[in-house]
């Protein structure tokens, strides 16, 4: 019953929000989208999207019409932009940024520094500092020129600290220590100084160590006048772990910092099969995440890590648990897609 009520309420808030359209999009009588929606409290809403998937003509159309900024899921990673060592390919990542800009939506480039999906060429071997500072550099910088005026914000540095707060012992930190970031986002900013640069990280959504960290970071970069703009929460969250209670406090923290923040790469999965009231709760976890953000001026935007469980990461990583998205594999929406409306309008 609660899920049909949730279908209801949402259906109830698509025609109370059309009737407060702007005129320029009344004449085509179509609901507002999720960007429609967002864009009214100065925010964006978005999804993550991945090259093999466009090919997928009604899925390309529905990323198209119900968003207004798009991440690239791995065409902009190590891995794939510079696969060999100093030959760069950025053919997935503008692929991406093309239909994108098709689309009058922003990219957010994702990730710069990365200790995963690297190409072998870096991982194979010993880097002296010297030798690794002028590889990091040149990568930064290459793929950020390639993009300036196309990327609105950047992930600079994704995933740098362990669950308790530690430094992640990647390849960077090992052989360049915990100044590589500073360095990192000093380079990106020479790149392009009009895009936003961010931290990026998940389970950071609670306040607790982790989160700590990267709050102390952030106020040493600040202080000492690195170009740092936002801190990116990925927000995957699974239903049996529990909601983070104080995702609004950490916001506002950050905010208090002079940062923006965004909920970057956002999914709640569960644990298999699907019930009526697994889907409840996910559908009030979304909506508790979306009035969090709206509630901190500062936190200016939602991505979902792709919008429907069709092209879901979730499966193939987390055996057993799935549909973390807002629309189904049939790209239908669920009852997290009227909550999202529901918390928007």
Not at 37 to 63: K, M
Request: glycine fraction near 8%.
């Amino acid at each position: 019953m609660r899920n049909n009520r949730l279908r209801v309420i949402g259906a109830l808030a698509v025609v109370l929000v059309a009737a407060t359209v702007p005129a320029a999009r009344a004449h085509d009588n179509r609901p507002p989208t999720l960007a429609d929606l967002a864009e009214r409290h100065g925010r964006y809403f978005g999804s993550a999207t991945d090259n093999p998937e466009l090919v997928d003509e009604p899925y390309t159309a529905l990323l198209g019409s119900e968003f207004d900024q798009i991440t690239p899921g791995n065409g902009m990673k190590w891995y794939a932009t510079e696969p060999q060592q100093g030959v760069f390919d950025f053919t997935n990542g503008d692929e991406i940024v093309a239909l994108a800009r098709a689309n009058h939506q922003k990219v957010r480039g994702h990730t710069l520094v990365w200790h995963s999906q690297l190409p072998g060429w870096l991982t194979g071997r010993e880097w002296t500092a010297t030798e690794l500072r002028a590889v990091l550099k040149k990568h930064i910088q290459t793929e950020v020129r390639h993009y300036r005026g196309k990327i609105y914000a950047w992930d600079v540095v994704n995933e740098a600290f362990n669950e308790d707060g530690t430094y992640r012992e990647t390849l960077f930190y090992k052989t360049l220590g915990p100044g590589y970031i500073a360095d990192a986002l000093r380079w990106a900013h020479q790149a392009d100084p009009k895009a936003k640069l961010y931290l990026n990280d998940y389970n950071v959504e609670a306040t607790g160590p982790k989160s700590d960290a990267y709050y102390e970071l952030a106020k040493e970069l600040k202080a000492q006048g690195v170009p740092l703009h936002g801190f990116g929460l990925q927000t995957h969250l699974a239903l049996q772990y529990g909601y983070p209670a104080t995702l609004e406090d950490n916001l506002r923290r950050f905010a208090r910092l002079g940062l923006d923040t965004a909920l970057t790469e956002v999914d709640v999965r569960m644990q298999l099969p699907v019930t009526e009231e697994k889907l409840d709760r996910q559908a009030e976890w979304y909506r508790d995440m979306t009035e969090a953000c709206l509630a901190v001026r500062r936190c200016v935007g939602i991505t979902v890590w792709d919008y429907t469980d069709k092209y879901s990461w979730i499966p193939a990583f987390f055996p057993g648990e799935g549909a973390a998205l807002p629309w189904d594999e049939e790209l239908r929406p669920k009852p997290a897609y009227f909550a999202l409306r529901g918390a928007l309008r």
